[in-house]
Structures are given as structure tokens and as C-alpha cells.
């Protein structure tokens, strides 16, 4: 994800999964989860629903955030 990047307009949104998971490895990323905001730096997880609304961005204004996102069961 480059330096910036977000999940669009801001808005909270769902998603029809059962289960996240959410690994960073590289950079930092932030999470806005049910209105509480987690800041993952590399090497750092979170298992959550999808079905609570959620924002994402990478807070850097430099670097870039590589992240592994499994959702159960798939959008696809």
C-alpha cells in the first residue's frame, strides 16, 4: 500500500465475512475498527469479524505498508 493510501472516503464499511486476519509486514498501517483505532507496525496482527464496520489508511507519508489480509469465507 503506498504511503497514504485508504480505504476510499473515510466511511466505515462492512464486509460479509465471518473472520479477518490482518498481518503487517512492512511499514504500519492503521486499522478504525467499531470506532477504536489499532496502529500495526510490521510484524504485528489482528483477527477481527467483518461484519463490523471498518476505515483503513498507511499513516506514513513516506514509506509504504505490505500487509497479508485472509477473509473467511471469501469475497470471491
Do not use: I
Amino acid at each position: 500500500m503506498e504511503p497514504g493510501g485508504n480505504s476510499g472516503n473515510g466511511d466505515p464499511y462492512p464486509t460479509p465475512t465471518d473472520a479477518q486476519f490482518l498481518h503487517v509486514t512492512k511499514g504500519e498501517f492503521e486499522l478504525t475498527l467499531g470506532g477504536e483505532t489499532f496502529r500495526l507496525q510490521a510484524g504485528d496482527s489482528l483477527t477481527f469479524t467483518g461484519r463490523e464496520p471498518r476505515s483503513w489508511r498507511n499513516p506514513s507519508r513516506s514509506r509504504s505498508a505490505e500487509l497479508l489480509w485472509v477473509l473467511t469465507p471469501s469475497l470471491f
